[in-house]
């Protein structure tokens, strides 16, 4: 079993939609990181959270350490949201691991 | 300020050739990290070092060796490489490895042939 579990796999939305993508882990952790990479192939960091909840702009990411379990909600989504999202954890020893992603497709 | 930089961003190599993956940054960052990705696979960390001189094996370290031997640059090598290495290759860093935002470079595309 994955450290890392991510849903869904896949998710299509029509512009507009509110969006959920969770992941949950099943190790100990210091924070969880959030990404997204373009159809490109670029990887940019959204989010690092180790309590609580953050906010930027249409994204929102919440985390719940005694569930293990985390959230990434996109308000009004728009096709240019369209992209890969990943859940990392970063472990107590420093090490990393990924969930193997969601790839979200806004249509207009 | 360029970030984090991969060279070479592509490359192809024949079965048991040897090569080196140069990661630089220039945000004086002290954590830096190797990973790979591959189709289904998602990311998957190789090695990584949390400072200069050291360095760590993560979840798939077999077949790659690593150098920190300046805070800057972190090295990835194939002493020999395999098809099963072929893949895209990412480096990332980060100032914090426990509350620090991750940087990352382009991407390197590997295919051993």
């Known amino acids: 079993k994955n450290e890392v579990e991510q849903s869904p796999q896949n998710l299509t939305a029509q512009e507009g939609e509110f969006i959920t993508i969770n992941c949950s882990y099943s190790?100990?952790?210091?924070?969880l990181h959030w990404l997204q990479q373009h159809p490109g192939g670029g990887i940019v960091s959204l989010f690092m959270?180790?309590?609580g909840k953050k906010k930027h702009g249409r994204l929102i990411a919440t985390i719940n350490i005694q569930e293990k379990h985390s959230s990434l909600h996109i308000t009004a989504s728009h096709p240019r949201d369209s992209a890969v999202y990943i859940c990392?954890?970063?472990?107590?020893?420093?090490?990393?691991?990924f969930g193997a992603g969601t790839r979200l497709t806004v249509k207009p | 300020n360029a970030g984090v930089t991969q060279t070479p961003k592509f490359r192809v190599l024949k079965t048991g050739q040897s090569m080196t993956l140069l990661c630089a940054q220039d945000?004086?960052?002290?954590?830096m990290y190797w990973y790979r990705q591959d189709p289904g696979m998602g990311l998957r960390l190789i090695h990584y070092?949390?400072?200069?001189?050291?360095?760590a094996k993560g979840e798939v370290p077999d077949g790659y060796n690593v150098s920190r031997l300046k805070k800057q640059n972190f090295l990835l090598g194939l002493e020999s490489a395999a098809p099963s290495q072929t893949s895209v290759y990412f480096c990332?860093?980060?100032?914090?490895?426990?509350?620090?935002?991750?940087?990352f470079g382009e991407g390197s595309r590997l295919t051993v042939l």
């Open positions: 990332a860093s980060s100032y914090l490895v426990r509350s620090g935002e991750l940087f």
């Open positions: 190790v100990g952790i210091s924070a």
């Open positions: 959270l180790s309590s």
């Open positions: 990392a954890v970063a472990k107590n020893n420093n090490d990393m691991r």
């Open positions: 945000m004086n960052h002290e954590y």
């Open positions: 070092s949390v400072g200069e001189g050291t360095t």
